[in-house]
């Protein structure tokens, strides 16, 4: 079954600095990616996927990511850190079920940001 | 163009109660998905519906059940309550299922069992 793996729970990161979320998944073919965020209290918001083609993928709010099948990477990357980024990251894949699919997540990852 | 709505935003219950939460999805959004997220267990997968009919189900109890309606509204019950059954419960919309995989997510439904 697919899966998806984020190694970092908690994150810290000044304002201004790059900032790099890792996630790793699990899957046999070519995998269809996501990463939404969610502030406290909120639902999920989609940042960007990746379906095929160009592998450094742009999302809103200046992040991106870049797909590396020969690691199994999706990291989501920004170059400089906005005090109001702070929010739970959350990397998910697509499954196929019997009928259709579900979206399989993470654990997620929490950026604290500071001052 | 309006987005997920779910209601309530808030609930409280009691062991042994039953609750139904309501999704009404994006305009034109046919199929309509329900995860639960609990810091145990994180995001997981309730149930998919399109065109009325349960497509998928997730490994949960039959206490979790749901249905949709002909406008595409969805609602999912949980009978019996236990306390582990305290989450967020979101609800998630596309036009059709794996309609390029356009996801939007509501807001949520915070459930707490006492």
């Known amino acids: 079954a697919q899966s998806v793996t984020q190694p970092d729970i908690h994150i810290t990161v000044s304002e201004g600095a790059s900032l790099e979320l890792r996630c790793n998944y699990s899957?046999?073919?070519?995998?269809?990616l996501f990463w939404y965020v969610q502030s406290p209290g909120q639902g999920l918001q989609l940042l960007l996927k990746?379906?095929?083609?160009?592998?450094l993928v742009q999302g809103i709010k200046g992040f991106e990511a870049e797909f590396k099948r020969s690691q199994s990477s999706f990291n989501l990357r920004k170059p400089s850190v906005h005090w109001s980024d702070a929010a739970e990251y959350f990397c998910?894949?697509?499954?196929?079920?019997?009928?259709?699919?579900?979206?399989?997540f993470g654990a997620g990852t929490i950026l604290r940001v500071k001052s | 163009k309006a987005g997920v709505t779910q209601t309530p935003r808030y609930l409280i219950k009691t062991r042994g109660q039953q609750v139904t939460l309501s999704c009404s999805p994006i305009?034109?959004?046919?199929?309509v998905s329900w995860y639960q997220q609990t810091p145990g267990q994180g995001l997981q997968f309730l149930f998919e519906?399109?065109?009325?009919?349960?497509?998928n189900k997730g490994n949960f109890p039959g206490r979790f059940s749901g249905r949709q309606f002909s406008n595409s509204r969805s609602e999912m019950n949980v009978s019996t309550l236990e306390l582990g059954d305290s989450a967020l419960y979101l609800c998630?919309?596309?036009?059709?299922?794996?309609?390029?995989?356009?996801?939007?997510f509501g807001s949520g439904t915070r459930l707490t069992v006492v």
């Open positions: 998630a919309s596309s036009l059709e299922p794996g309609d390029d995989y356009g996801y939007t």
């Open positions: 519906y399109f065109s009325e009919t349960q497509r």
């Open positions: 899957y046999g073919a070519t995998p269809y």
């Open positions: 998910a894949v697509v499954s196929d079920m019997e009928y259709g699919n579900k979206l399989v």
């Open positions: 305009s034109g959004h046919r199929s």
């Open positions: 990746y379906f095929s083609g160009d592998t």
